[in-house]
């Protein structure tokens, strides 16, 4: 599956990543967590005091993704691997006000669509099929409840030692769903021709297998 590019777009916690991840296992293609690299340019403006100058924060910024046969998809920023610190709740409280910066948006979507470029890319996102890979050979809106993505996000914190509450989580997927469809650049959408998948109920294999089908 080398000469093709998979798009998986949709809301928070809706299982894109942990999909996309066994859809490029089981194909032998590459997995890009594009979520990760806005989490990295989010930990460095955390780390930098909240600057509001994002031209000078993204022109100061090295960003790369390498892969570990153990760990998978690492992120380096400025020459250090932070994908251990992506998940920390500051970073998922800022993530969606940074990505929504101009200066961001253009700085990650470039690298992204250089990485796509040869092809045998599994890509996820929320402007992936719209914006990153408009020609990519399938596309694939994922949704889910919000109770059920609060419960995702609540055990993959659990999983992490990351303390939250069922009930707050469900109130920050909300407010991030809001204000990813209407943010002015590259807002959360479903591509024309995505396929959508409601994930709600259903396991992490059956996702992966409906989806080699649509393939």
């Known amino acids: 599956?080398?000469?093709?590019?998979?798009?998986?777009?949709?809301?928070?916690?809706?299982?894109?990543?942990?999909?996309?991840?066994?859809?490029?296992?089981?194909?032998?293609?590459i997995y890009v967590d594009t979520g990760a690299m806005y989490r990295a340019i989010t930990y460095k403006y955390l780390q930098n005091g909240k600057p509001e100058n994002f031209d000078y924060l993204i022109n100061n910024t090295k960003l790369e993704l390498t892969y570990d046969e153990v760990k998978g998809q690492r992120i380096l920023l400025d020459n250090q691997d932070v994908t251990d610190y992506l998940r920390e709740n500051d970073v998922t409280h800022h993530v969606s006000y940074v990505a929504s910066k101009e200066p961001v948006r253009s700085f990650a979507v470039k690298i992204q669509k250089e990485l796509a470029a040869k092809k045998g890319i599994v890509m996820d996102g929320r402007d992936i099929g719209t914006v990153v890979l408009p020609d990519a050979e399938l596309k694939v809106y994922m949704i889910a409840s919000v109770a059920e993505r609060a419960e995702r996000r609540q055990k993959e914190n659990e999983q992490r030692g990351i303390e939250s509450n069922l009930e707050q989580l469900k109130e920050e997927i909300e407010a991030r769903d809001h204000y990813d469809m209407n943010r002015k650049i590259s807002p959360l959408q479903k591509a024309e021709d995505a396929i959508t998948l409601d994930t709600t109920g259903k396991s992490i294999e059956e996702v992966t297998n409906e989806i080699l089908s649509l393939l």
């Open 1 to 29: 599956m080398s000469s093709i590019n998979i798009a998986l777009d949709g809301p928070a916690a809706a299982g894109k990543s942990t999909i996309a991840k066994r859809v490029a296992s089981r194909l032998s293609m």
